[in-house]
């Protein structure tokens, strides 16, 4: 430990008296509450640092708790120490502690609980008993997601709805809304697609009208019927709010723009006369990315009834995937113009097993540090670009015989 006091007065914590600039320039600002105690705990560097070197070990912090009658968060008690194994050296240095008392995590300290092989002791986050209704639904949503117990303790601890899981609940708000404008306007909930007006909107993608850049990715607003809809929407809410609310609306929109606008692409160079309607690239993405991850981390993964749930998932996606390949074959309403076409299933689950499973992986690792998802992002980037080209150019070159514009 630095040579400092820590003073707890009303719930907030006074600034280290004679601290490095680093240090007092890190902390600056940081609302921590330390200790329950509302003592003043000196730390003497002749007793507990007497090189001076800013760090204490983890024998002597649990004495300077003890001795002080303060109490640590169990959860960040043991955090702190898988910390000080992780790093090889059985000590705790004051930024660490700091950081993680404001549930901050530096590079480094994200990198030495990742590399670290203690095994945490105590009782699991599952065992513990009287949580609220919020603090089970966390805990719930912990352990569906994160396949390690001092990561599942860390998010349980720090997690605080705000922001809540918005992206994932304003595109399933929008695409009903959406879903029931059209429904009125039509007078048809089953089967839009093969209503005269059903194309004609601003939103499905159309080869005719693939210039307008939009439609790649305004397509999924549009659905087929309610049973399109509905299964859509029940993979999204079940499987995408708590990737969302372990992952941030910023991760897991990336997976999903990326499996909306690789549907919608992958759709143009394969299946070059069809449209395209349904969020099930973006749902795919988020849905399989989750279910490679679940298997990869099968041992660390302690939800509920993994197996049967992970056959459920299948399953639906399965069911939906085999009503879009009918839907495609059946006889369409209004020849030429083919049915939608099921290719941005697979753009979607292409997109989830590649890049999806890299940014899920590791919740909390920086997305700029992972060398892994640059090489996933360059190939997407590759495949937009070559995908964009082949729409300029290759439809002409091949004297693809198009459907009249809506």
Same mark, same amino acid.
């Given at each position: 430990?630095?040579?400092?006091?820590?003073?707890?007065?009303?719930?907030?914590?006074?600034?280290?008296?004679?601290?490095?600039?680093?240090?007092?320039?890190?902390?600056?600002?940081? *609302?921590?509450?330390?200790?329950?105690?509302?003592?003043?705990?000196?730390?003497?560097?002749?007793?507990?640092?007497? *090189?001076?070197?800013?760090?204490?070990?983890? *024998?002597?912090?649990?004495?300077?708790?003890?001795?002080?009658?303060?109490?640590?968060?169990?959860?960040?008690?043991?955090?702190?120490?898988?910390?000080?194994?992780?790093?090889?050296?059985?000590?705790?240095?004051?930024?660490?502690?700091?950081?993680?008392?404001?549930?901050?995590?530096?590079?480094?300290?994200?990198?030495?609980?990742?590399?670290?092989?203690?095994?945490?002791?105590?009782?699991?986050?599952?065992?513990?008993?009287?949580?609220?209704?919020?603090?089970?639904?966390?805990? #719930?949503?912990?352990?569906?997601?994160?396949?390690?117990?001092?990561?599942?303790?860390?998010? &349980?601890?720090?997690?605080?709805?705000?922001?809540?899981?918005?992206?994932?609940?304003?595109?399933?708000?929008?695409?009903?809304?959406?879903?029931?404008?059209?429904?009125?306007?039509?007078?048809?909930?089953?089967?839009?697609?093969?209503?005269?007006?059903?194309?004609?909107?601003?939103?499905?993608?159309?080869?005719?009208?693939?210039?307008?850049?939009?439609?790649?990715?305004?397509?999924?607003?549009?659905?087929?019927?309610?049973?399109?809809?509905?299964?859509?929407?029940?993979?999204?809410?079940?499987?995408?709010?708590?990737?969302?609310?372990? #992952?941030?609306?910023?991760?897991?929109?990336?997976?999903?723009?990326?499996?909306?606008?690789?549907?919608?692409?992958?759709?143009?160079?394969?299946?070059?006369?069809?449209?395209?309607?349904?969020?099930?690239?973006?749902?795919?993405?988020?849905?399989?990315?989750?279910?490679?991850?679940?298997?990869?981390?099968?041992?660390?993964?302690?939800?509920?009834?993994?197996?049967?749930?992970?056959?459920?998932?299948?399953?639906?996606?399965?069911?939906?995937?085999?009503?879009?390949?009918?839907?495609? &074959?059946?006889?369409?309403?209004?020849?030429?113009?083919?049915?939608?076409?099921?290719?941005?299933?697979?753009?979607?689950?292409?997109?989830?097993?590649?890049?999806?499973?890299?940014?899920?992986?590791?919740?909390?690792?920086?997305?700029?540090?992972?060398?892994?998802?640059?090489? &996933?992002?360059?190939?997407?980037?590759?495949?937009?670009?070559?995908?964009?080209?082949?729409?300029?150019?290759?439809?002409?070159?091949?004297?693809?015989?198009?459907?009249?514009?809506?």
């Amino acid at each position: 430990m630095e040579k400092s006091s820590l003073r707890m007065t009303g719930g907030t914590r006074e600034a280290p008296v004679n601290i490095s600039p680093a240090v007092a320039a890190n902390a600056e600002g940081e *609302e921590i509450e330390v200790l329950e105690s509302t003592e003043v705990i000196p730390v003497a560097p002749e007793e507990y640092d007497p *090189e001076n070197s800013g760090f204490i070990s983890t *024998e002597r912090f649990r004495d300077l708790l003890a001795t002080h009658g303060s109490e640590l968060d169990p959860h960040k008690l043991e955090v702190l120490l898988a910390l000080a194994d992780g790093n090889a050296d059985g000590k705790i240095c004051y930024q660490d502690f700091v950081n993680l008392m404001s549930n901050k995590r530096s590079n480094s300290f994200r990198r030495a609980i990742l590399q670290g092989s203690r095994q945490l002791k105590g009782c699991s986050l599952r065992d513990e008993a009287g949580l609220g209704l919020s603090q089970r639904l966390v805990r #719930h949503v912990a352990y569906e997601t994160l396949p390690r117990e001092v990561d599942r303790k860390w998010y &349980f601890d720090s997690y605080t709805y705000c922001p809540p899981p918005w992206f994932i609940l304003a595109i399933t708000i929008a695409e009903v809304a959406v879903f029931m404008y059209y429904g009125c306007q039509m007078d048809r909930l089953v089967l839009q697609v093969s209503s005269p007006s059903f194309l004609k909107s601003p939103l499905p993608y159309h080869p005719q009208l693939r210039a307008q850049a939009w439609r790649y990715l305004s397509y999924i607003f549009m659905h087929t019927g309610i049973e399109h809809l509905s299964l859509n929407m029940a993979m999204q809410l079940l499987v995408g709010v708590p990737l969302e609310m372990v #992952h941030g609306a910023l991760r897991i929109g990336l997976v999903y723009v990326c499996g909306v606008l690789a549907g919608s692409l992958a759709v143009s160079v394969t299946d070059m006369t069809a449209p395209v309607v349904g969020s099930s690239g973006g749902v795919y993405a988020l849905v399989s990315a989750h279910l490679a991850n679940v298997v990869m981390n099968w041992s660390g993964m302690k939800c509920q009834f993994k197996l049967f749930r992970m056959a459920m998932a299948l399953v639906c996606m399965s069911v939906e995937f085999g009503r879009a390949v009918w839907l495609r &074959f059946y006889p369409p309403a209004f020849p030429p113009c083919p049915n939608p076409s099921f290719v941005a299933h697979l753009g979607g689950v292409v997109v989830g097993l590649t890049l999806g499973v890299v940014v899920l992986q590791n919740y909390e690792q920086r997305l700029q540090e992972q060398s892994l998802f640059w090489i &996933f992002f360059c190939v997407y980037t590759l495949f937009v670009l070559c995908a964009v080209f082949w729409n300029i150019f290759a439809y002409s070159l091949l004297d693809v015989r198009l459907p009249p514009p809506p």
